[in-house]
């Protein structure tokens, strides 16, 4: 914008000041195809699904329409969501304990090549043994030790560790060993400790294995724990939403049943997601997974 000075005589320019963000823009992120397409997708299986019921004349005690499941969801609210909090601790707990003893094991791995040969093999076979088999066992076992309702709780953080452990450790000690070469000879050079090695160099580079490892671990703690609940069978106050998928299935209330499903699976989901995120913010600027490229 331009005006006129008539003391001076001489065009004095003003710029006009910067202009608040369009809201459009605020939301441009989530109208982007990454987000809109399985947005999209899933509400055209809903929609098929609402319509092959009615034209069916499906009973709902054999399969539930998704709008009578989002009722009974509304309805049930306030005892299903309770559950699914306990669910969500127990899964937490697990989760943290894997992340905590996976990276450590595995950097006692890197260090001695004799270490990892003699026990990597008896954590593959922890992996590799149904859960459903041995959790009976475990709370059976922890009752000796623990007694009251906080066994209970214990076990279940057990079975569902054992489910979530493997996959980290597994990714990180790939990471670990895959630290370029030239660059451990270049710290050799330089005299550096294996401490120094491994914290300016291996942890570095396995950072992408061992959030790989994470994003696996989460949805596998959510299903460790939800399947050491089917096998506990625990009621009360302090059952978990898988209870409530037993109590549902047993009592013919299929609806609410597959609320708890649909809790459950969106649960799972939101624990990928967030720890799809957590990695992408740890990487982006490195890392060529997560970079972004204007091609």
Request: positive net charge; glycine residues 6%.
């Amino acid at each position: 914008m331009k005006t006129f000075d008539r003391s001076s005589n001489q065009t004095v320019s003003f710029s006009a000041g910067k202009q608040s963000a369009s809201p459009v823009s605020a939301w441009k992120p989530w109208l982007s195809p990454d987000v809109l397409a399985p947005i999209i997708v899933g509400l055209l299986v809903l929609i098929g699904w609402e319509v092959a019921v009615r034209l069916t004349n499906t009973p709902p005690y054999i399969l539930p329409g998704p709008l009578l499941v989002l009722q009974t969801l509304i309805r049930d609210w306030g005892d299903l969501f309770p559950s699914l909090l306990i669910t969500l601790q127990i899964t937490i707990v697990a989760f943290i304990a894997a992340v905590v003893s996976g990276l450590l094991i595995a950097i006692v791995f890197t260090q001695s090549k004799w270490i990892e040969r003699s026990f990597f093999p008896y954590a593959v076979i922890l992996q590799t043994t149904p859960i459903v088999a041995i959790a009976p066992l475990i709370i059976l076992w922890v009752r000796q030790f623990v007694p009251g309702e906080q066994s209970t709780f214990i076990s279940l953080v057990i079975c569902a560790w054992i489910v979530a452990f493997f996959p980290i450790l597994s990714n990180t000690t790939l990471g670990l060993h895959s630290a370029d070469h030239n660059l451990i000879n270049l710290f050799q050079l330089y005299q550096a400790s294996r401490w120094q090695t491994l914290l300016y160099l291996r942890l570095p580079s396995a950072l992408p294995y061992f959030l790989g490892g994470l994003r696996i671990s989460g949805g596998l703690a959510l299903i460790g724990a939800v399947v050491a609940e089917f096998v506990a069978g625990t009621g009360g106050t302090r059952s978990g939403i898988a209870y409530q998928i037993l109590i549902s299935s047993f009592n013919l209330q299929i609806p609410r049943m597959f609320a708890a499903l649909f809790m459950t699976t969106l649960l799972g989901v939101m624990i990928f997601v967030a720890l799809t995120v957590f990695s992408d913010l740890l990487l982006r600027h490195w890392h060529e997974s997560a970079i972004k490229r204007e091609n």
